[in-house]
């Protein structure tokens, strides 16, 4: 039982991270910022945690054309919650 909790402990702390970094992303994308420029902000911050650079190219054009936004990671983190 403690294996299982700490791997979805750890588990849930791996998807926080990213919950942030794809609201960073969201963020500066709004302000123009360009993704390698993002990538290198989140690299100062999140160290070795960042999303890869590909990653964030991925969601910066997602967000850009409207298919990924804030409220679509809410519905799946009330998921990983109800587990």
Known sequence: MLTVLTQYTSKWKFSD???KQRAVIEFLTGEKIPPIEIHRRMRAV???????VSTVRRW???FKHGELGQADLSDKTREVEGL
Do not use: L, N
Not at 46 to 52: N, P, W
């Open 17 to 19: 991270v990213r919950f």
């Open 46 to 52: 999140y160290g070795d945690q960042c999303v890869d």
């Open 60 to 62: 910066v054009r997602r």
